[in-house]
């Protein structure tokens, strides 16, 4: 299986490397970075000690890109093979250990942001919503820990 994260709109640098670290670890071939997430260098070309500090250098090695526009990626991603996935609390979502993707499967695991979550606009291109069960008060987790849940998961199944 082979996986890239889209992660549209994150506002934290400290989610940013906490995923870029996590990516690393699953094996994850590239992360894209859209909106106003922060990327692992500045409008300079100096690397976001911010970033690095929590990525421990993964920024580094794993393939990141950067795309103004989510809509459009999710439409290059879908042309390229990939299975589009939003990871997002919907009427229409599935656990994600109930996802069943195919053995040679190239998933797109989007990622929503840590206030708004993915908008409707995101969702409607996706192929499947996906969600992490809940069973505290707490009805959401940290983007970074939600994304580990979800990769490990996929990855395991």
């Known amino acids: 299986m082979e996986i890239v994260v889209v992660l549209p709109d994150i506002r934290s640098t400290h989610n940013v490397g906490s995923i870029f670290r996590t990516a690393d670890a699953a094996g994850v071939k590239k992360v894209f970075l859209c909106g106003i997430t922060p990327q692992p260098v500045?409008?300079?070309?100096?690397?976001?000690?911010?970033?690095?500090?929590?990525?421990?250098?993964?920024e580094d090695y794993i393939p990141w890109e950067y795309a103004q526009s989510v809509v459009r990626l999710i439409g290059r991603l879908k042309k390229e093979g990939?299975?589009?996935c939003a990871v997002e609390q919907s009427p229409k979502s599935?656990?994600?250990?109930?996802?069943?993707?195919?053995?040679?499967?190239?998933?797109?695991?989007?990622?929503g942001s840590e206030v708004e979550g993915l908008p409707k606009a995101i969702l409607t291109r996706?192929?499947?919503?996906?969600?992490?069960?809940?069973?505290?008060?707490?009805?959401?987790l940290n983007v970074g820990?939600?994304?580990?849940?979800?990769?490990?998961?996929?990855?395991?199944?």
């Open 42 to 58: 500045d409008q300079f070309g100096r690397k976001r000690q911010d970033i690095s500090k929590v990525a421990l250098g993964a």
């Open 82 to 84: 990939y299975v589009v």
């Open 94 to 111: 599935v656990s994600y250990r109930a996802f069943k993707a195919p053995k040679r499967a190239k998933i797109a695991l989007i990622m």
């Open 126 to 140: 996706t192929d499947h919503i996906l969600e992490i069960p809940m069973y505290g008060k707490k009805e959401s």
């Open 145 to 157: 820990v939600a994304f580990g849940v979800v990769v490990f998961g996929l990855i395991n199944h």
